[in-house]
């Protein structure tokens, strides 16, 4: 169980220097100018090296569709063995397919390919795992672990206050950027050649596109069947082999109709697991204890206190690449922990109904679009409007970030770049897609699922052990949805049409039928109770002053609770509080 690091420089001795040099036992890839070595201090799927038709590669790669892949390689006139290993396959598909092979692939993967002179990095379709990337002294170095960049001595990075306003603005960074400086991150669905001499060619093998018809939506049935299959799929290669089911049950819609096709599928029991956060407090424990007994689940609920949070949330901060903004970090740490104890080694979760077919949190972008005036003293572009209505620290950064900093972040890039390829694509772009929904989806899926929701399962499951898979995410169900209608997946009122209605006959019509609420956190309760202390003595230290990040006098009013908190989840006082701990654990 570990990460990997592969470097690439002018020499092999070199190389093996410079991952040395962060903290991991070189070895020499059999490629002139390449180390590599697994970095053992940190949980992970990491394999190899692997080696195929003259290949080397390291990688962190599970696939569920192993006959597919196979089968393509057996046509090819090149089968692979029986036996080998998931990144293995991959190699192998690699070398044989090329960006056919890996988009043929279905599962979650980072591969570092020696190819020649050069490096290639290979991420999968939706981000479900990360890999890293750096420049310095005429080399190169790659790593699912950011802390192991951090540790290259050559690269001398620091805090990236970029990205610093990137994650203030959405909760999690939203695209190549790090807080790194220096340090980037392949983006989904491509491939990276990285060349000797610093230069960087990037293809995409697997971008969502939109396919629609040209009549209008007529019988939606078609559709709806259509989704009902590759839910069924989706959710039936996830599955662990002969062992039961674990899967994280909210009691919404999308965690439901996972639990409900998982006890349809799997010839093992199925166990799913729900967060209390004490009495008294808002739960959906009524909705998620309905869905366990209408599916016949071993349930388990648990307790998951303010004081809990308070005394590991430095730790969950620590576990992620990337500071998430999320209060559920915690709890999902406790559930993968409790999963882990019950001896399983995979768990379901119902992450992607919202990016994928259209949550709640779009109505605001599309109640702006109908009511445009362009040219209106109030109008402002779609990219903008975007960032306001995400309701974190983008409206407060002018009295949140110091006069220092703002003077620093003028001349850098907008955070608005990373939404306006997928809102306002010009007629040539290949993120181009016509309906708003689309677009707001599209964005969704690129920046928040890859980005934030994805990455965090994983670092959270794997250090404890356990992989989290998510079937919304499926690539196969995601095409699918950018060729519904968007009328049958916005429906009226009714968000997420189509999905509720191809599993209804699975659930209770109390569960497919109640409105969105998320996981009511409570995190005011938690911010003015067990957490108070600790966010005081964080943020109003001296560390924290010197780094000239934020002005304490809006700090100490947000700890009053005055200003602008929010009154439930991705408060804006816990996104500092987030990065403060993540820039602790970082050394930065």
Same mark, same amino acid.
């Not at 599209?442 to 250090?463: D, F, M, P």
């Not at 356990?466 to 919304?472: F, N």
């Given at each position: 169980m570990a990460r990997f690091c592969v470097c690439l420089a002018p020499t092999t001795r070199q190389a093996c220097d410079h991952v040395e040099a962060m903290g991991v036992a070189a070895a020499a890839a059999g490629v002139p100018g390449a180390g590599l070595g697994l970095v053992a201090g940190e949980t992970g799927r990491a394999g190899g090296? /692997?080696?195929?038709?003259?290949?080397?590669?390291?990688?962190?790669?599970?696939?569920?569709?192993?006959?597919?892949?196979?089968?393509?390689?057996?046509?090819e006139g090149a089968p692979a063995p029986a036996h080998c290993s998931d990144g293995e396959l991959l190699l192998r598909c690699w070398a044989?397919?090329?960006?056919?092979? #890996?988009?043929?692939?279905?599962?979650? /993967?980072?591969?570092?390919?020696?190819?020649?002179?050069?490096?290639?990095?290979? @991420?999968?379709h939706v981000g479900a795992r990360t890999v890293f990337y750096a420049r310095a002294a005429g080399a190169w170095a790659a790593s699912t672990s950011l802390r192991t960049l951090r540790h290259w001595p050559a690269l001398g990075t620091s805090m990236n206050l970029a990205a610093v306003r990137s994650f203030l603005t959405f909760a999690y960074l939203p695209g190549e950027e790090t807080l790194l400086r220096g340090v980037r991150e392949v983006?989904?669905?491509?491939?990276?050649?990285?060349?000797?001499?610093?230069?960087?060619?990037?293809?995409?093998?697997?971008?969502?596109?939109?396919?629609?018809?040209?009549?209008?939506?007529?019988?939606?049935?078609?559709?709806?069947?259509a989704l009902r299959s590759h839910l069924e799929a989706a959710t039936a290669i996830r599955l662990p082999e002969a062992e039961p089911a674990a899967v994280l049950l909210s009691g919404g819609v999308d965690s439901s109709l996972v639990t409900a096709l998982a006890a349809k599928l799997?010839?093992?029991?199925?166990?799913?697991?729900?967060?209390?956060?004490?009495?008294?407090?808002?739960?959906?424990?009524g909705y998620s204890g309905l869905?366990?007994?209408?599916?016949?689940?071993?349930?388990?609920?648990?307790?998951?206190?303010?004081?809990?949070?308070?005394? @590991?949330?430095?730790?969950?901060?620590?576990?992620?690449?990337?500071?998430?903004?999320?209060?559920?970090?915690?709890?999902?740490?406790?559930?993968?922990?409790?999963?882990?104890?019950?001896?399983?080694?995979?768990?379901?979760?119902?992450?992607?109904?919202?990016? #994928? /077919?259209?949550?709640?949190?779009?109505?605001?972008?599309?109640?702006?679009?109908?009511?445009?005036?362009?040219?209106?003293?109030?109008?402002?572009?779609?990219a903008t409007a975007y960032l306001r209505a995400y309701r974190k620290c983008w409206t407060d950064l002018p009295g949140l970030l110091t006069a220092r900093a703002l003077d620093a972040l003028r001349d850098e890039p907008v955070p608005q770049r990373f939404v306006e390829p997928y809102l306002t694509p010009g007629p040539g772009s290949p993120h181009r897609m016509d309906g708003l929904l689309n677009q707001l989806?599209?964005?969704?899926? @690129?920046?928040?699922?890859?980005?934030?929701?994805?990455?965090?399962?994983?670092?959270?499951?794997?250090?404890?052990?356990?992989?989290?898979?998510?079937?919304?995410?499926? @690539?196969?169900?995601?095409?699918?949805? /950018?060729?519904?209608?968007?009328?049958?997946?916005?429906?009226?009122?009714?968000?997420?049409?189509?999905?509720?209605?191809? #599993?209804?006959?699975?659930?209770?019509?109390?569960?497919?039928?109640?409105?969105?609420?998320?996981?009511?956190?409570? #995190?005011?309760?938690?911010?003015?109770?067990?957490?108070?202390?600790?966010?005081?003595?964080?943020?109003?230290?001296?560390q924290s002053a010197g780094r000239g990040l934020f002005r304490p006098a809006t700090i100490r009013t947000w700890m009053k609770g005055e200003g602008t908190l929010l009154p439930r989840q991705g408060g804006k006082l816990w996104l500092v509080l987030t990065l403060e701990l993540w820039l602790r654990s970082y050394g930065l």
């Open positions: 090296p /692997f080696t195929a038709h003259g290949l080397s590669a390291m990688g962190e790669v599970t696939l569920h569709n192993r006959p597919v892949l196979q089968a393509a390689l057996r046509a044989r397919l090329g960006e056919a092979g #890996v988009a043929l692939a279905e599962g979650m /993967f980072a591969l570092a390919v020696l190819e020649g002179a050069g490096l290639v990095l290979v @991420r999968d983006l989904p669905g491509r491939v990276l050649r990285l060349a000797p001499d610093g230069g960087v060619t990037e293809s995409v093998f697997w971008e969502p596109r939109e396919h629609l018809g040209q009549e209008g939506p007529q019988d939606p049935t078609p559709h709806v069947l799997h010839s093992h029991p199925v166990h799913t697991y729900s967060i209390s956060f004490g009495d008294g407090l808002p739960n959906e424990l869905v366990a007994a209408h599916c016949h689940t071993r349930h388990r609920v648990l307790s998951v206190s303010g004081e809990a949070v308070a005394s @590991r949330l430095a730790e969950a901060a620590a576990l992620l690449d990337s500071p998430v903004g999320d209060p559920l970090t915690v709890p999902n740490l406790m559930l993968a922990e409790a999963v882990a104890a019950d001896g399983a080694s995979v768990v379901l979760n119902g992450e992607g109904g919202d990016p #994928v /077919f259209g949550g709640p949190k779009n109505l605001p972008m599309l109640v702006q679009e109908m009511h445009r005036e362009t040219g209106a003293p109030w109008d402002e572009d779609r989806l599209h964005c969704n899926l @690129r920046t928040k699922g890859a980005h934030h929701i994805l990455t965090k399962v994983e670092r959270l499951t794997a250090s404890q052990g356990i992989e989290g898979r998510s079937p919304l995410f499926d @690539r196969r169900v995601i095409d699918h949805a /950018f060729a519904t209608p968007p009328e049958y997946k916005l429906r009226g009122a009714a968000e997420k049409w189509i999905l509720k209605e191809a #599993v209804r006959d699975l659930l209770p019509g109390t569960v497919v039928d109640r409105p969105k609420s998320g996981m009511r956190v409570p #995190v005011q309760q938690w911010l003015a109770g067990p957490l108070r202390d600790l966010a005081g003595d964080l943020l109003l230290s001296g």
